[in-house]
């Protein structure tokens, strides 16, 4: 665990060395097929995630591995294109591994996108949905083993994981645009496989709205670290009866993209709010 927290502390400092001292304000994380968000950056430092000691690298096509720094919307910020997940084998610390180093590097806020499928009927595809709570039902937790405490509690609170002000910012951006945005439960599953029928049903039946393999594990540890997060959903695939059938990979990257406008619109307006 000691060896956890100096592989992070030496990975920061690596970067701040590489970035010469600039100070991104807000983190983002660009989810599956969400990666296009970066050619609205103004980008400064463009870091390749195998350059970064002890970071890990993305295993998904669909996933690039750069941390980049720069301006959106003339504020500072850093964005991971490219996440990593439970399902390409890496632990919970690991997956996390990202997240701890960006709240060390001083961001104040972080906006996470992910790509999931929608089980609320109400949703169409490509609609955005701005998490306010999540059912985890993954089968880890990046917390379990011995907690640094420097870092934050052995048992953080997640009465209101998603940042109630972000939220409210986002609502406003959501007003002055309007964009075709819900708000709702994500469910997190491991994956990779996508779900079953009875599945979908019972995700339903327990209160989720969309389902996806991601989010929460960085969420745990943002809420953990006291730093606000805001997460949105983009509906890549229809999960409820009458309108589940058979997916694949390609429909769900090309229903990320064309969300790709709106989701700008979104996360720079609350960048820019911020
Ligand atoms: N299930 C789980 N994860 C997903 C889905 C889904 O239907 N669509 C996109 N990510």
Redesign the pocket.
């Known amino acids: 665990m000691i060896a956890y927290k100096e592989k992070v502390e030496a990975c920061v400092q690596q970067i701040q060395t590489l970035i010469d001292g600039f100070q991104p304000e807000v983190g983002i994380v660009l989810g ?1 097929g969400l990666g296009g968000l970066v050619e609205e950056f103004d980008i400064k430092y463009d870091l390749a995630y195998e350059k970064l000691n002890d970071f890990p690298l993305s295993t998904v096509e669909s996933h690039k591995g750069r941390l980049i720094f720069g301006y959106f919307n003339g504020k500072k910020i850093v964005a991971m294109q490219g996440r990593f997940h439970f399902y390409e084998g890496y632990d919970m610390k690991t997956v996390t591994f990202p997240i701890r180093v960006l709240k060390l590097l001083g961001i104040k806020a972080l906006v996470i996108s992910n ?3 929608g089980i609320n009927p109400k949703y169409n595809k490509s609609d955005l949905m701005i998490l306010n709570d999540h059912i985890n039902l993954m089968t880890a937790n990046p917390l379990t083993g011995t907690n640094i405490n420097e870092w934050g509690d052995r048992f953080p609170d997640m009465f209101e994981p998603y940042d109630t002000q972000l939220r409210e910012l986002a609502n406003q951006v959501v007003k002055e645009n309007n964009l075709p945005v819900h708000e709702g439960v994500y469910a997190a ?1 491991t ?1 990779p496989n ?2 079953t029928k009875a599945e979908y049903k019972y995700l339903s039946i327990i209160g989720a709205d969309v ?3 991601s989010t929460v594990p960085e969420v745990i540890v943002a809420v953990q670290m006291k730093l606000p997060v805001f997460a949105v959903s983009v509906v ?2 229809l ?1 409820y009866e009458g309108a589940l059938k058979p ?1 694949q990979l390609e429909e ?1 990257l090309e229903n990320a993209r064309n969300a790709e406008p709106h989701l700008s619109k979104l996360i720079g307006g609350i960048i820019q709010k911020f």
Request: charged share 10%.
């Open positions: 599956t790509a999931a499928g599953v994956g996508l779900e389902v996806g393999m890549t695939d999960c997916v769900i």
